[in-house]
């Protein structure tokens, strides 16, 4: 019997390097598929929140306009959003896009830059502004005949 | 994988790490479809409820002092403090009523009395008679430059035949006529300036400003409800019988004596008999009455704090009114000298001043004026020329109207 012809001893090495390769290939592929996933979901979920906050946000606005719409009116009014949204900050900004008070709610998260707008419709004007998400303050200034609004 | 890891007891080392991340990762999903699942839950809530609830509440304050400056005004033979004493009366019971009741919902309401503008109710009780004058004249100014509320007729159907149509006409420049009449079909109601078709009258019930004939909306006419400072005119009132009331915004005292210069142009002031009776006794006759009635509405929940003010008129067709008006005029004759006493007001309160001027009779042109007179002010025009008739008027200005009373008087030649 030749050397070369002798098998003995390589099953076990063989099969070694195999399950490894095979399992490190398998793990690997799982993780990825699974990170892909949850990349995706939260990405996904981030834009679902801040469309749903963003549309409370904006129909909250135009309550608050519709409420202060008058010439002896005085509102303060707070708007309850949740202050992060998939465990992140965001901003919300409010930006007129048409006049008459017309306006652009965009909400945009710090970390994964997920941004929605919403538009919203209001009764009186409205100062643009950039405010941290969470809990907001409407208020009404009678001087300016606008609302404001700002972080509470 | 001893060999990878060293040592019999360290096997499976990948796969127990590599299940530690999966498992991992969808804890993370699972954690961030359970946030998906709260936001949505979220958009199932209804927004802000205080909202709501604020303006529910505006309504229920409007409604309530409607309702306190209906019951104040319900009875006849009262002035206006007693009005004022009994819409007081009402409005405290239920301001208490009120704050308790907004207190069980989670909110607390406060409402502050903010005034009341005194105004006059012109009434006809009697049902045997038409819509006459006090001398029994079918065509005849019921108001001169008012703004009219709460207009509402209960005419006897039986009364409307086929003779003249009886027009009810509010003109503020352009005319709006309401026409009750019978074209064969039965009595019916119609707007002469609208197309909408016109509302069968059965039971006899018209109410102009809401719009209503027999309970029931009526498409004519609430087009031609009265919306602004109108001049109300009846013609062929004595064609039908029935009774009827409005209030105005105007006070007794300015609007009796200009309704009567309409009326009788050829009478000194007062003409016998006048346009209204001064009390219940005769028909029509004009009541103080409260017009509007405002106050402030204070409401704070635990998201909000709204404050405004309330402005209630029922039965009002147009906005608020915000021509100035006289809560006082009054011209005394004593010989030859005619004084002249008045006092205007204004609801949005930029009145600037009165304008008090004497006119011939005969051909209009001035004999004497005193302009840009303070607002609340007496003047003497001392030995006015005897024989001669005089228009005595004055005329409150604002910033963007002007409101006018008058009266007739003569030295020596009355009537002229």
């Keep these: 019997m030749t050397l070369l012809a002798d098998r003995r ?52 606005l135009a309550s608050a306009s519709r409420l202060a719409d008058c010439d002896s009116c005085e509102l303060t009014m707070r708007i309850d959003a949740p202050p992060r949204i998939a465990g992140e900050a965001y901003l919300i900004s409010l930006v007129e896009v048409a006049a008459p008070d017309t306006y652009r709610l965009s909400l945009t998260t710090e970390r994964s830059e997920v941004t929605v707008d919403v538009r919203l419709r209001t009764r009186l004007p409205v100062a643009e502004t950039t405010v941290t998400g969470g809990t907001l303050v409407v208020e009404y200034d009678p001087a300016a005949g606008e609302l404001e609004v700002r972080g509470g | 994988m001893a060999d990878v890891m060293g040592g019999a007891r360290d096997r499976a080392q990948l796969l127990l790490i590599g299940a530690l991340a999966l498992a991992v990762v969808f804890l993370s999903l699972s954690l961030l479809l359970n946030s998906v699942i709260y936001t949505e839950n979220l958009a199932t809530r209804q927004t802000h409820a205080g909202v709501d609830k604020a303006s529910d509440l505006r309504l229920v304050v409007a409604d309530g002092l409607g309702d306190a400056v209906a019951h104040a005004n319900r009875r006849s033979g009262l002035d206006f403090d007693d009005r004022r004493n009994v819409y007081r009366t009402v409005t405290d019971a239920w301001i208490r009523t009120l704050a308790n009741y907004t207190a069980t919902d989670g909110m607390a309401a406060g409402v502050s009395r903010a005034g009341v503008r005194e105004g006059a109710r012109i009434v006809d009780n009697d049902s045997t008679t038409g819509l006459v004058r006090g001398d029994g004249a079918g065509d005849w100014t019921v108001a001169t430059d008012s703004s009219v509320r709460a207009f509402a007729l209960e005419i006897d159907p039986a009364s409307v035949d086929s003779g003249d149509d009886v027009r009810i006409t509010f003109e ?28 069968q009258l059965t039971d006899g019930y018209v109410d102009i400003t809401a719009g209503r004939v027999d309970g029931e909306y009526c498409a004519a006419l609430s087009e031609v409800a009265p919306t602004g400072t109108v001049d109300v005119r009846i013609r062929n009132g004595g064609q039908i019988r029935g009774t009827y009331s409005l209030v105005v915004d105007r006070p007794e005292a300015g609007l009796r ?16 008999p006048r346009t209204y009776a001064d009390s219940d006794a005769d028909d029509p006759y004009t009541t103080p009455a409260i017009y509007a009635a405002t106050a402030r509405l204070d409401i704070h929940t635990q998201d909000l704090d709204h404050q405004r003010t309330v402005r209630t ?41 009165v304008d008090v001027r004497i006119h011939y009779y005969s051909n209009g042109s001035v004999y004497a004026s005193d302009l840009n007179a303070p607002v609340n002010d007496t003047r003497t025009f001392a030995s006015v020329p005897s024989g001669t008739v005089y228009y005595v008027n004055a005329t409150a200005v604002d910033a963007g109207s002007t409101r006018q009373v008058s009266e007739i008087r003569g030295t020596g030649a009355c009537p002229p």
């Design chain 1, 9 to 60: 001893g390589s099953s076990t090495a063989l099969g070694y390097v195999l399950s490894l390769g095979i399992s490190a290939l398998l793990v690997t592929g799982l993780l990825i598929a699974g990170g892909g996933l949850l990349e995706g979901q939260r990405d996904r979920s981030v834009g679902v929140e801040l469309r749903v906050v963003g549309q409370t946000v904006a129909d909250d």
């Design chain 2, 172 to 199: 503020n420049g352009t005319a709006t006529t309401v026409v009750i009449e019978n074209t064969g079909s039965g009595p019916q109601v119609r707007a002469s300036s609208s197309g909408a078709p016109a509302c």
């Design chain 2, 257 to 272: 004596s200009t309704v009567d210069v309409t009326n009788f142009p050829g009478q000194c002031t007062p003409p016998s």
């Design chain 2, 313 to 353: 008129a029922p039965g009002e067709a147009g906005g608020p009114v915000t021509e100035p008006t006289f809560m006082l005029y009054n011209v005394t004759q004593s010989g030859n000298d005619l004084t002249v006493d008045w006092n205007a007001s204004d609801p949005n309160g930029d009145l600037a001043h």
